[in-house]
């Protein structure tokens, strides 16, 4: 028997408006999205909700309808759904629709869609709370099965994961990790019985989210018989097909008139035709299959680029210059108790200011080019300094009103004042 299990990345940043050195001690709204619609976010969400999240949640909506077998997960960053209530609730709306059937399972992750594991434990555990209070608030669900920002794992991410009481964890089946090991079982990390890995099937899942429309490729067309024909390989040499990939392939990545709705139309029905054949949630793979061995990972993966690892957000001097700097202010921003300058900084956490930073060239050039709103990786560092700058002098600020307030309540009570 194989399963399918569909698992969608839902992720929009906070992007950095153009934000000049004249801008820092003038001006507080970093991403432009307080208080004009008409802002770069709020363009960018409105078009992705037209093209991609509301007709794939209604072509989804539609397929649990016809076919009580099929499921679906999605994890959603704590930044895409604030800025789905600020541009376009209905798009949290025709979610909840969704999640209502009981046939959608959400996922945890960080709030921020940030790298917090790699830089601050206290800071990661704080955004995965954070947004499993998010989910209770939206959704009525709990998070139970966790994937990290852009599937990056390691040996140690599933410990911390494990005690923070999840079953099981997302990561990319890279090569590099796998050997000669399949990527369609589920395995244990090392040490732990407890936990789970769901790993992606990578050829598969790329084939959709990357190769549809490619007229190069030597497959072209993929239609749904063909796709189901390559999961009906596995039955007797996987449990489980883990079909990972960006929610924005459906419209956005891979445009309507490519044919990307009638192939995810038509899936559903291809793949249960074997009568082996059927779909899972991650918890419902974890439930229901056993692991087949231990996969230790003890340096960083991810699902970025070819090289899955952390060089798409960490790769050159810039990028490890500005994370340096988010996370050496952290202590005094918490400290600080200023909620905005709090919710600011972790904002600034998000991995995509990193990504746009990457001066990888080539095809992964490429795709770093075509999601950055700036002209150049060291524009993107620029604005994003320039805003690190100010939200200093926030700080100075907060610390110099505090010493003052010190004072005058020093000045009150002394002998000399009464």
């Keep these: 028997m194989t399963s399918t299990c569909f698992y969608f990345q839902v992720h929009q940043p906070f992007r950095i408006k153009r934000y000049r050195i004249f801008d820092v001690g003038n001006d507080r709204d970093y991403f432009g999205d307080q208080s004009e619609r008409d802002t770069n976010n709020a363009k960018v969400f409105r078009k992705v909700a037209e093209k991609c999240y509301l007709p794939a949640n209604r072509t989804l909506l539609e397929l649990l309808e016809q076919h009580p077998e099929f499921k679906v997960s999605f994890s959603f960053s704590g930044v895409f759904l604030e800025q789905a209530a600020l541009y376009a609730p209905e798009v949290i709306e025709s979610f909840q629709r969704l999640v209502a059937t009981g046939r959608v399972e959400v996922l945890g992750e960080t709030y921020y869609h940030s790298l917090s594991f790699l830089h601050s434990r206290d800071e990661f555990r704080a955004q995965v709370n954070l947004h499993r209070k998010k989910i209770q608030e939206l959704f009525g669900v709990t998070p139970t099965v966790f994937r990290n920002t852009e599937l990056i794992y390691h040996n140690d991410l599933a410990q911390e994961v494990e005690a923070m009481g999840y079953k099981g964890i997302l990561a990319e089946g890279a090569d590099h990790i796998l050997g000669w090991r399949s990527p369609n079982f589920l395995y244990n990390p090392p040490g732990s019985t407890k936990t789970k890995l769901l790993l992606k099937n990578y050829r598969l899942s790329d084939d959709i989210a990357f190769r549809f429309s490619s007229r190069e490729w030597a497959e072209y067309p993929l239609t749904a018989p063909k ?10 040499n996987g449990n489980v097909v883990n079909l990972f990939m960006d929610y924005e392939t459906f419209g956005e990545h891979q445009w309507e008139d490519t044919g990307i709705f009638w192939f995810l139309r038509s899936l ?7 009568p082996d054949n059927d779909f899972v949630t ?5 439930d229901r299959y056993d692991a087949v061995a231990e996969i230790d990972v003890p340096h960083y993966v991810s699902w970025a680029d070819v090289e899955r690892d952390l060089s798409a957000w960490l790769s050159n001097p810039i990028q490890h210059d500005a994370m340096r700097a988010i996370y050496a202010v952290e202590h005094e921003v918490l400290e600080s108790g200023d909620a905005h300058l709090i919710h600011d900084w972790r904002k600034l956490q998000t ?4 990504y746009y930073m990457c001066t990888k060239w080539f ?8 999601f950055s709103p700036y002209d150049s990786p060291y524009e993107a560092f620029i604005a994003y300094m320039n805003v690190l700058r100010d939200l200093r002098l926030r ?3 907060i610390k110099q009103n505090r010493a003052a307030a010190v004072g005058v309540a020093q000045l009150i009570s002394s002998p000399a004042y009464a």
């Design 227 to 236: 796709f189901a024909s390559w999961v009906n390989e596995t039955n007797g």
């Design 268 to 274: 559903p029905e291809e793949i249960l035709r074997h």
């Design 282 to 286: 991650p918890s419902e793979a974890i």
């Design 351 to 354: 991995s995509d200011h990193f």
């Design 363 to 370: 095809t992964d050039g490429d795709v770093h080019k075509y």
């Design 395 to 397: 700080l100075d600020i």
